[in-house]
């Protein structure tokens, strides 16, 4: 499925609509360039369960933020940075992952070998965001 967002309003918009196929557990690999708005769609996801986006801080050194509301738990994971001494990462990810009312949103998830492991115990979705010459961005989501 395919979806257009020109700015930020419009990005709200589309992480609602793509949000509201998520099965929980969901484990969500963001896809794309650096800067090309990964991070804007967690920001966006978390506006549209009223967590302030100012509270919503890329996850670049931490590797992992959570954020809880209501009976859900996002966890937010920027892989970009991480080394073989993370591999803590794997497992902290297996303990937050898992929770029946977790999404877990993962950036540069290519970072980490065999995530197919996860693919019994939650429901994973692939969410890939291009950038083109009109600044516009185009948003596919798909199950995998
Ligand atoms: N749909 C959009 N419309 C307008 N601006 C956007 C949109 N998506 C993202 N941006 C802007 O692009 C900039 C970079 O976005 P963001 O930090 O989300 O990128 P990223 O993919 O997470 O990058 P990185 O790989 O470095 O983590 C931000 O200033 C953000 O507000
Ligand atoms: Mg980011």
Redesign the pocket.
């Known amino acids: 499925m395919l979806y257009k967002?020109?700015?930020?309003e419009?990005?709200d918009q589309v992480a609602k609509l793509i949000s509201s196929k998520f099965k929980k557990p969901a484990i969500v690999f963001l896809k794309?360039n650096?800067?090309?708005?990964?991070?804007?769609f967690v920001k966006s996801f978390c506006k549209n369960h009223q967590i302030s986006e100012r509270t919503v801080k890329?996850p670049?050194f931490s590797l992992i933020n959570i954020y809880k509301k209501d009976h859900i738990q996002i966890n937010h994971l920027?892989l970009?940075r991480l080394t073989k001494s993370d591999l803590y990462i794997e497992e902290e990810l297996k303990e937050i992952a898992l929770k029946p009312n977790a999404i877990s949103f993962i950036?540069?998830g290519e970072r980490m070998d065999n995530v197919e492991k996860f693919k019994n115990v939650a429901n994973l979705y692939k969410i890939t965001i291009t950038n083109n010459q009109d600044n516009i961005?185009n948003i596919t989501f798909q199950e995998l």
């Open positions: 967002a020109r700015n930020l419009e990005l794309g650096l800067g090309v708005g990964k991070t804007a890329s670049t920027d970009y950036e540069w961005r």
